[in-house]
């Protein structure tokens, strides 16, 4: 069974003779903004494990940039949406209820850990639409426009989301933008001013918010503070716990909502079923959560859920879509929630996070390139640094490892504002040995990349 076994390649070249066939036909179809440089054409894929159409088996570490928590094929979820399809694919839940959008809401509302007695759900789409309604719920409750973002931040790619998300290479040339967003510098510890670290790194960093209410709106003008428990694109950075009680205090003193953008932390990636619980569990709760990436095991699906006077402050027909909330989706969301919980992936997440960022840590004694490993459950990231006084990044280090290690059957990707991040976000059905032979392989590219002056560009011919 693919989902059991290890990576392979078996070609001379990669991309292999057929995938590179079809590489060749996407180049001529779909535009070159559409990125991909990975040599890989998927034929099947089961659990952590990816099969390309030449016969190469890949071990994949980014599953669908975090969709994939469950893995590739799970057979619940295939029987979940295959019973749904045979019934209906569709109801517009405008138009006719389908317990499943029911039943989702439901099960979500009992999970998001976010503040008040009563919480109802709605879906969407994707993770950018998830947020923008949250905006929407935000500024109908309070009736203020603007909302505070941080550096970092990703949000999405809508004209509001892309406003939202720090990283202009997502967005230039694109403007002009929604107004009423502003941004404050969120806490990377890492890179924190010389000299400050723990609590005053963090007063530090809640000085550039108060910045932000004295410099670019008022926080009486404030609807809500958007932020990611553990920001994904960003650079997988934790947020402290201190940081986001005192955010916590700051909105509640000026009536602000505190929106958690779980779009890529959700779903058991770091050790809870939403990073949040985190907080909950220190007595920080969100207003508004956003979910979406694994919440359908990868067919397209967000949420929204918030305490019920959030919810009855939108006006009816400001909120919703033909496809939000879609038959199938649901029926893979429930599937979803039940195999997650039954086989308590949110504590392999621990272990398999354990294991990755103890790894991690022995090479650290080896390759002075690596600044910083840092993470929630298995949600970590790996900052490679040209210097570790400067802390100069290093995305070239990255890019070639990236390569590096698709050549040796390994699927990792790039994060950071500046590139130089290496994320880890397996599938949380990786097996031990995929996952030993995943590190073997990444420890293989860091031996022959991380002591060359400049990093050897790898091809994907061996
Ligand atoms: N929010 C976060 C934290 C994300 O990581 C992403 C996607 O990577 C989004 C929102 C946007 O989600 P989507 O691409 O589904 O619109």
Redesign the pocket.
């Known amino acids: 069974m693919l989902g059991e076994e290890l990576p392979q390649i078996v070609t001379n070249t990669l991309p292999g003779p057929r995938a590179a066939a079809v590489i060749a036909r996407r180049e001529g179809a779909v535009p070159a903004a559409i990125r991909c440089g990975y040599p890989l054409v998927i034929e099947r894929g089961e659990g952590a494990m990816v099969a390309d159409v030449d016969g190469n088996r890949f071990v994949d570490w980014v599953g669908g940039?975090?969709v994939l928590n469950l893995g590739y094929s799970r057979p619940e979820v295939v029987a979940a949406v295959r019973e749904q399809a045979g019934r209906y694919f569709h109801a517009m839940a405008n138009i006719i209820t389908h317990e499943g959008y029911v039943a989702l809401a439901e099960a979500l509302a009992s999970r998001a850990p976010v503040a008040g007695n009563r919480a109802l759900s709605f879906f969407a789409n994707?993770?950018?639409?998830?947020?923008e309604n949250a905006v929407k719920l935000a500024r109908a409750f309070t009736g203020r426009p603007n909302i505070v973002v941080f550096s970092g931040?990703?949000?999405?790619?809508?004209l509001l989301?892309m406003a939202m998300t720090s990283k202009k290479a997502y967005a230039r040339g694109m403007g002009p933008f929604p107004d009423g967003v502003y941004r404050a510098d969120f806490p990377y510890l890492y890179r924190a001013p010389a000299g400050l670290e723990g609590e005053a790194a963090i007063s530090w960093y809640l000085g550039r918010l108060h910045d932000v209410f004295e410099q670019a709106s008022p926080p009486e003008q404030v609807a809500a503070i958007v932020v990611?428990p553990v920001?994904?694109?960003g650079g997988f950075i934790p947020v402290p716990l201190a940081w986001i009680t005192a955010v916590r205090r700051l909105c509640d003193e000026h009536g602000i909502l505190l929106v958690v953008?779980?779009?890529?932390?959700g779903y058991c990636r770091t050790g809870r079923f939403f990073a949040s619980e985190y907080w909950a569990e220190a007595g920080v709760r969100p207003d508004i959560l956003?979910a979406?990436?694994s919440i359908a095991a990868g067919l397209p699906l967000?949420a929204i859920v918030a305490r019920e006077e959030i919810m009855a402050a939108v006006p009816g027909g400001v909120i919703g879509g033909t496809f939000g909330g879609n038959a199938l989706a649901c029926a893979a969301g429930l599937a979803v929630i039940e195999v997650m919980e039954r086989e308590r992936l949110a504590d392999r997440a621990v272990e398999i996070g354990a294991t990755v960022t103890a790894r991690y840590r022995e090479w650290a004694e080896r390759f002075d390139v690596i600044g910083d490993i840092r993470g929630l459950g298995a949600m970590v990231g790996l900052e490679l640094v040209r210097d570790r006084t400067t802390k100069q990044p290093h995305p070239d280090l990255v890019a070639a490892l990236v390569a590096e290690c698709a050549a040796r059957g390994l699927i990792i990707e790039s994060a950071g504002t500046y590139g130089n991040v290496i994320r880890f976000l397996a599938p949380l059905v990786i097996t031990d040995a995929q996952l030993a032979a995943g590190l073997d392989i990444l420890e293989a590219a860091l031996a022959v990349h991380a002591a060359q002056p400049e990093p050897l560009y790898a091809t994907y011919s061996r």
């Open positions: 940039v975090g994707s993770g950018a639409e998830a947020d931040a990703f949000h999405g790619r809508t989301t990611e920001q994904g694109e953008d779980e779009v890529q932390t956003t979406a990436k967000s």
